[in-house]
């Protein structure tokens, strides 16, 4: 099984305007499960559709295994790709939908009937074979656009938000089918979304873009908690990360944070920096280095707590507290951070401290 | 929820009663060309005229049609039809399709082309076009008389109107699932280009059997004449037979709308499309 | 990797290409000989002719002469033997006039008897082979096949990745087409030169010898080679280009080939049926053409000179652009006619029908039909506005409401066919959209004016370029309900052509407003498509 | 090889004339069914006569489509071998070089040009030449109707009365009939098309064209037509002829209202007794035909529209063209084609046989406006049918606009002579 290799990939669709995609290299080794995230409009769709080869890139080459692909036609590149409307050919049915690919292939119809079949059943949908895409919900259409994606076998499998049009419950269900299928298929997934939890329930490799540039690649675990930079640290996690502005300088001979938070780090001296605190690293309670903040807003959720606090100079945070806990509106509470989870980010949003990878 | 019933079938009710109405009207001056074609030779020049014949006069009928070979008109329409609905289709569509679905070198210096060619006064280019089809032999001929009609800028343009106006996805996806370029055209674009491929055929039909002028020109012997020359035969410079030509003109109808009840529910029931953006 | 395939495809391609030229050039190149050896023979005949007249010599009457190349001959007494069957035969024979195959080919050219009353004879004449024009035939099939050969290695360095050496090969193949091309256009230049000597002999009194009485090979078919060969360099020109430029990746050239290929039938039928005759009528519109005479003298730009001055040209400007107003009315009408007739409803079909049927009724019966419904005393519009308490009107003796009573009765015949388009694209529109906007809470208004009709622009602008278009076309309708009265108002603009072309046979003059109104129209599509994408854009 | 080539050559060219091939000949003509019908039996006739020819007959219904079908043909070096050819376009034809001479030859297929009427034939003929053999032509005359005269008591019109007669007769036979205030039956009536009124300028002693027919001022600007031209269109201001409009004078309100007696009097040719013959046979038409109304000292003129077989010079048969042309434009052909009532016989002695045997009255009636009629200007002037189009627009700009005679005869006297100088 080929990996996906993206070398300097760069999209550009107006000859005057700015890039859609910029100069991208990404590598998602064989058998991974990467997912490709970010905000709507950050040229994630593009990406993808340059390794499908549905979009020409301006420059930029894409390997698939140790092949290049770039001038590849999409049907010479062995791969399979579930779109976010499932793109079903309405004037076939289930079967034939299924199907289709293999006939294009001149697949012996014996032998692509028995397959489609076997993906089928695998799937659940053996008994909708015969039906309309028309007549189908919308959960049976993902599986249907799923078994044509698989059935051909192919050595690369790009989604492109799969589950977006699916509602919550199935949504939650298939995303854990889905990672079960790739274990067992042991095919290199490209999957692009704009939900950072499916990127991090799914992913074995993570890649965080913004704005045609990819941020970070990682395993989504690092991605949460050595995000390199500000925008991967706010795009991951809910509630998002708290950002608090201050510098960062010398205080008492000792390297300091300096904001509505103090906190002792390990960074370059800064003019204007700013602190990532995860809101379950922001602690309520009295501590050596507490700050005074006013409680806003206590949103309870059972297993745990969140807790708005805001500071003198307005800035507001969020908290993360384990279980039940009450607090009135308007309590001065004092707040701190474990100084072992605290990040800093510098002017430009790149991670200061504790230090990019 | 009964109110609203009420009211939205009431609203049911007279958008029925407005289309009846709307395609009464439009039937009117139809319904006075059946009435003629009933009619005797002088009834016709009675002043005011009568709305309705004294007495239906259905032999017109007989006596038009038998007047010139009207069986041997039909056919050779049918045939100019037939050539126009496959070659206008089939090319309409293939060109529509690149238009509005290709980025290719020369792409909108092309279609300004096609477009251009819309613009010339085709009784213009009558002289040239003899002339060529003359060149290449199809003077009398069926090819002859096909030939000028095969491809219309109009099909093209409309087709391409249309594919544009219908998502891509389905043709990426059998892109990715392996299909050349013809093949997505012909599995899958033309598939769900039906209503609009079923307009074009009508009107190409249409077209072709209301072609009047070509037909005349590049046809010499009565027997490779078409059906809308026979009706015009019948209003010559001095001597106009009305009834007859009535008779002939409503009965040339009748193809033209026949093929109209059999297209119409292709552009009248779309196919159903899932998951649009 | 699967670049060699591509490479051998673009070799196999070039080559055909070429090679289709080179057949092209050295068929044409045949053909063109030919006519310039019936030019010759036609010419020598006229001057045997002579001779005969005078009776200064009296050739045998025997086929045998016939037999040797290069000599004239009469074959009087064989073709009077069966007279009659050998006139009509000869006259078909002379059709295609060259006589033999390959090397090896005769003339045949038809001289009457001497009282002038039947073609009696006829005069033959071998061609020089391998002589004057045929060696500029060799030349243009030569630079075809150098041309092949460049085109081909052209294509395989380009496909290779090598720009400059492609470069280099494509300009070499360039060369040598339009070296064909030239070759093959200065000999069919001589050869009307000499075509045209022969018969301005003939009409110039020596009426017993006509070579007009059977039609020269027809000079069409060397114009029409002449223009294929022409765009054949063209394709060849812009094909070198587009496959040396290094700008785009081959994902382009492949989209750009399979695009050309979805176009090719339709752009060969439209080049040869199509931008031919408009060439043809360019031409024309410098020229004074009365249809009748073969003379067509140069006249510069006279003729649009006159249209210019002419003050009912500015009139039937006027009243075409006045009359397109009834496309946007149309429109609306035919939009309300769709929604309306695309409900379910017992009979619907019926109903459409109904509304489509005037499309397709014939002008003549329509001409009939609408006379009386415009009638002054009795017409049923008169009848109409009068039980609604207003004055009738005299729709057609009025120059103010004659333009108006056409177009309604354009509007009348255009409906149906709107409406049509517009269930089509109806049909486009995917309910899902509805219902999610009923979900949202969206009146009907509101659903049709932000899903049915933002869905309906491409419809709604194929139907309106083409409603304006057909508007400025407008014809067949004015004559034959008004012929452009009363006091010209409903002279349209290609009436005034129809009438200039074929009542007055001034072919030059209609050719010249024909062009003038391919500009218009032309300049019209182009500012409408520009102002209906912006809003496209803006509404995007 | 040469040799044998030649061989190959000469035995195809001799030996295609032994063989069965039909000859075909082309035969054209803008006919309808009904009157290319009665064509038929000469064409049979000549096809009995010639075995091995066969005719394919083209008949073009209207004249507009057989003018471009024709020119069409001619253009691209294939006309028909036989043609029908109209007056208005003799001159352009002549003048193009299309047309074959048929003076030498009629002689020997058995026609004497003299049996022609000379002014029908003059206008296909130029000097001893002669490119075309009339089948027939008509005179514009006055039609009215019998029945409306004795009912307003107004005495029948006889040949060469006054314009002052005709207008009193008018005044008299309009009436009110159902008393709404506008008149429904009307005495006259004013056409547009110019066939129509260019006797009334003739039989008034005006005319369109100077004589020599270069120039138009001079002539329609002269008091005798502008005073013809303000007489006609009076009509329309003292109410005796219902306004005109600009529908088709085929299908316009003008026959149907002379068809349903309620016109009394309207201007046209033969060519009006065709649609109504049934009619006229049984007594349900009563008409009688007279004399364009004349202005003194002026003589009634009327100018005679005719058509005629013609052979194209460049035929591949011209004997064959040429019988076929005199076939149809024979005795014989012409005395069956009277039958259909379209228009008088060209040859004087199958036309007065016909109107000794008529027994409508009507023909005796066009034989005598035949010594008044002139070829129509357009069988002299190859421009002609740009002027003729022109000449509505009088009619439109002082009925329909109001304008003065004088200023619109003036205009269009500009306007026309700036197409004859061209």
């Known amino acids: 099984m080929p990996g996906i290799t993206l070398d300097r990939l760069s999209k550009r669709f107006d000859a005057g305007g700015s890039p859609a995609v910029a100069a991208l290299s990404l590598e998602i080794p064989e058998g991974q499960f990467g997912v490709l995230v970010g905000p709507s409009g950050c040229g994630k769709t593009t990406v993808l559709r340059m390794v499908a080869g549905l979009e020409a890139p301006s420059s930029g080459r894409v390997f698939i295994g140790r ?4 001038e590849l036609p999409p049907r010479d590149r062995d791969i399979a790709m579930v779109f976010q409307n499932y793109a079903l050919y309405p004037h076939l049915n289930v079967s034939e939908n299924i199907g289709f690919g293999l006939r294009m292939r001149r697949v012996a119809a014996a032998d692509a009937a028995r397959r489609v079949r076997m993906v089928a059943e695998s799937l659940g949908i053996g008994q909708l074979l015969a ?6 919900s919308g959960g049976q259409r993902q599986r249907v656009a799923l078994a044509r994606a698989i059935v051909r076998e192919p050595a690369v499998f790009l989604f492109d938000e799969p589950l977006s049009n699916l509602d919550a419950q199935i949504r939650a269900q298939t995303r854990a089918e889905l990672v079960r299928l790739q274990r067992q298929l042991g095919t290199t997934v490209l999957y692009v979304t704009h939900d950072q939890v499916e990127a991090m329930t799914m992913a074995t490799r993570v890649a965080v873009m913004n704005a045609g540039r990819l941020e970070q690649v990682a395993a989504p675990l690092e991605v949460y908690q050595a995000p390199a930079s500000l925008f991967v640290a706010s795009f991951v996690g809910s509630p998002s990360i708290n950002r608090l502005p201050g510098r960062v300088s010398d205080v008492d001979g000792t390297r300091r944070f300096v904001g509505p938070l103090a906190v002792a780090v390990g960074a370059p001296l800064l003019e204007a920096a700013i602190l990532g605190v995860r809101p379950e690293h922001l602690v309520i309670g009295e501590t050596a280095e507490a700050t005074k903040a006013t409680v806003v807003l206590v949103e309870s959720l059972g297993p745990e707590t969140l807790v708005h606090v805001r500071f003198d100079g307005s800035e507001e945070a969020v908290a993360r507290v384990a279980g039940a806990y009450s607090l009135p509106i308007g309590a001065v509470v004092p707040v701190s951070v474990d100084p072992r989870h605290a990040l800093v980010f510098d002017g430009m949003g790149q991670l200061a401290w504790p230090g990019t990878r | 929820m009964p109110r609203k019933t009420a009211a939205s079938g009431l609203l049911q009710l007279g958008a029925s009663a407005a289309a009846v109405a709307f395609a009464l009207v439009m039937l009117l001056p139809f319904l006075w060309m059946l009435s003629t074609s009933l009619m005797n030779e002088f009834e016709v020049f009675s002043y005011p005229p009568p709305l309705v014949p004294a007495s239906p006069r259905w032999q017109n009928y007989p006596e038009a049609l038998s007047a010139m070979p009207f069986g041997r008109f039909f056919v050779n329409s049918a045939v100019l039809a037939l050539f126009t609905v496959v070659g206008q289709v089939a090319t309409g569509a293939a060109a529509g399709y690149a238009f509005a679905r290709f980025q290719f070198a020369g792409r909108s210096a092309l279609f300004a082309g096609y477009l251009g060619a819309l613009m010339v006064p085709a009784i213009v280019l009558l002289i040239p076009r003899f002339l060529i089809v003359d060149a290449l032999g199809g003077v009398d001929t069926v090819a002859g008389l096909v030939s000028t009609e095969l491809v219309s800028a109009w099909s093209v343009f409309m087709m391409r109107q249309f594919f544009l106006a219908l998502p891509r996805d389905m043709e990426d996806a059998a892109r990715i699932d392996g299909a050349s370029e013809w093949a997505v055209f012909w599995h899958i674009a033309l598939p769900l280009a039906r209503p609009a491929l079923a307009t074009l055929a009508l009107f190409a039909f249409i077209d072709a059997w209301k072609s009047f002028l070509w037909p005349l020109v590049v046809t010499r012997s009565m027997e490779q004449r078409v059906v809308e020359v026979g009706v015009a035969s019948f209003h010559g410079l001095y001597y106009a037979n009305w009834p007859y030509q009535m008779a002939a003109a409503v009965t040339a109808l009748v193809p033209i709308i026949v093929v109209f009840l059999l297209t119409q529910r292709y552009f009248t029931r779309g196919i159903a499309l899932t998951g649009f953006k | 990797m699967s670049l060699p395939p591509i490479r051998l495809v673009a070799s196999i391609v070039a080559a055909g290409v070429c090679a289709l030229y080179a057949v092209v050039t050295v068929t044409l190149g045949q053909h063109v000989t030919a006519r310039v050896a ?31 190349m290069g000599s004239v001959v009469r074959v009087r007494t064989e073709l009077e033997r069966t007279y009659g069957r050998a006139v009509g035969r000869i006259g078909v024979v002379d059709r295609t006039l060259i006589l033999g195959s390959g090397r090896h080919r005769a003339v045949v050219v038809p001289y009457k008897d001497a009282d002038e009353w039947d073609i009696a004879g006829a005069v033959a004449l071998g061609a020089d082979v391998l002589r004057g024009v045929w060696t500029l035939s060799l030349i243009a099939g030569l630079a075809a096949m150098l041309a092949c050969a460049q085109g081909v290695l052209a294509a395989r360095r380009l496909a290779a990745g090598d720009a400059a050496g492609g470069h280099l090969s494509a300009a070499g193949a360039c060369v040598a087409l339009l070296l064909g091309s030239s070759v093959v256009i200065v000999r069919a230049r001589l050869e009307i030169l000499v075509a045209s000597t022969a ?18 090979p027809s000079q069409a078919l060397a114009t029409i080679g002449i223009f294929l060969v022409a765009l054949a360099a063209v394709a060849a020109v812009l094909a070198s280009v587009w496959m040396s430029s290094a700008r785009r990746g081959w994902t382009h050239r492949r989209e750009t080939w399979t695009a050309w290929t979805f176009l090719a039938p339709s752009a060969l039928h439209m080049t040869v049926f199509t931008v031919i005759p408009l060439l043809f009528t360019l031409w024309v519109s410098f020229h004074d053409w009365d249809l009748l005479r073969d003379r067509k003298p140069f006249v510069g730009l006279a003729n649009y000179r006159e249209m210019i001055a002419d003050p009912v040209f500015w009139t039937a400007l006027k009243n075409t652009a006045i009359y397109a107003l009834y496309v946007p009315v149309t429109m609306l009408l035919a939009l309300g006619a769709a929604l309306l007739l695309n409900r379910p409803m017992r009979g619907i079909r019926v109903l459409r029908a109904m509304v489509f049927i005037p499309t397709v009724v014939s002008f003549a019966a329509i001409a009939i039909v609408w006379q009386w419904m415009f009638n002054a005393d009795y017409g049923l519009l008169n009848y109409i506005l009068r039980s609604v308490g207003l004055n009738g009107v005299d729709w057609l003796g009025n120059p103010s409401t004659a333009l108006l009573a056409v177009m309604i009765v354009s509007a009348w015949i255009q409906i149906g066919y709107q409406m049509i388009v517009y269930l089509a694209g109806l049909q486009g529109i995917p309910t899902t959209l509805y219902e999610a906007a009923t979900l949202d809470g969206a009146s009907r208004w509101q659903r049709f004016t932000r899903i049915t009709v933002p869905l309906l622009r491409p419809t709604s602008v194929y139907l309106f370029v083409t409603g304006v278009i057909w508007s400025f076309q407008v014809f067949t309708l004015v004559y034959v309900m008004t012929e452009g009265g009363p006091v010209h108002s409903t002279d349209v603009l290609v009436y005034r052509i129809y009438q200039n072309a074929w009542e007055f046979r001034r072919m030059g003059y209609a050719s010249a407003m024909s062009w003038f109104l391919f500009a218009l129209l032309l300049a019209l599509t182009i500012t409408q498509w520009r102002i209906l994408n912006r809003r496209v854009e803006h509404a995007a | 090889m040469a040799r044998h080539a030649l061989i190959v050559a000469a035995a195809l060219l001799l030996g295609a004339c032994s063989t069965d091939d039909v000859i075909v000949l082309r035969m054209t003509s803008w006919q309808s069914p009904e009157e290319n019908a009665l064509d038929l039996p000469a064409v049979r006739a000549f096809e009995r006569a010639h075995p091995g020819v066969r005719v394919v007959n083209e008949p073009v219904p209207n ?6 079908k024709v020119i069409t043909n001619i253009v691209s070096g294939a006309p028909p071998d036989v043609l029908l050819l109209d007056g208005i376009d003799v001159p352009a034809f002549v003048e193009g070089e299309v047309l074959l001479d048929l003076a030498p030859f009629v002689g020997r297929v058995g026609i004497d040009l003299s049996w022609f009427y000379p002014n029908v034939l003059a206008m296909f003929s130029r000097g001893a030449r002669t490119y075309a053999l009339p089948k027939g032509f008509s005179p514009v005359v006055m039609y009215y109707n019998r029945a409306m005269f004795d009912r307003a008591g107004v005495p029948h019109p006889v040949d060469g009365w006054t314009q002052e007669e005709f207008l009193s007769a008018a005044r008299a036979l309009t009436r009110d009939a159902d008393g709404d205030g506008r008149p429904d039956e009307w005495g006259a009536v004013v056409a547009r098309p110019f066939y129509a009124w260019q006797s009334w300028i003739w039989s008034a002693g005006g005319d369109v064209l100077t004589p020599d027919g270069t120039r138009a001022s001079g002539a329609l600007d002269t008091p005798a037509t502008d ?5 006609l269109t009076n009509l329309v201001r003292y109410n005796v002829a219902p306004r005109p409009n600009a529908f088709r004078a085929v299908s316009g309100n003008e026959t149907r209202l002379f068809y349903s007696g309620k016109l009394a009097m309207l201007p046209s040719g033969h060519w009006l007794i065709p649609n109504i013959k049934r009619q006229l046979a049984q007594g349900k038409l009563r008409l009688g035909v007279t004399s364009t109304p004349r202005v003194p000292p002026a003589e009634p003129a009327t100018p005679l529209f005719a058509s005629a077989w013609a052979v194209p010079r460049n035929t591949a048969h011209r004997k064959l063209a040429v019988e076929l042309a005199a076939a149809l434009a024979g ?16 040859i004087p002695a199958v036309q007065e046989e016909f109107a000794r045997r008529d027994t409508l009255g009507l023909e005796p009636s066009f034989l005598r406006q035949v010594p008044t009629g002139r070829p129509p200007w357009g069988a002299a002037i190859a421009r002609y049918r740009e002027v003729e189009a022109l000449l509505p627009e009088i009619i439109d700009r002082v009925v329909i606009s109001g304008e003065s005679v004088s200023v619109v005869t003036a205009d269009v006297a500009r306007r026309i002579d700036a197409i004859l100088a061209r």
């Open chain 4, 331 to 346: 005795p014989e052909a012409q005395r069956t084609r009277l039958e259909a009532g379209l228009e008088l016989s060209a």
């Open chain 3, 38 to 68: 019936y030019a010759r023979a036609a010419h020598e005949a006229l001057s045997v002719a002579r001779i005969a007249r005078t009776g200064t010599v009296r050739p045998p009457l025997t086929v045998a002469p016939l037999l040797s």
């Open chain 3, 199 to 216: 018969i301005g002999a003939a009409s110039d009194g020596i009426r017993r010898l006509d070579p007009t009485a059977v039609p020269l």
């Open chain 1, 67 to 70: 092949h290049e692909v770039t």
């Open chain 4, 227 to 231: 005073s013809a031209l303000t007489a």
């Open chain 1, 131 to 136: 039906r309309m895409p028309a007549h189908l």
């Open chain 4, 63 to 68: 004249q507009a489509e057989y003018r471009e």
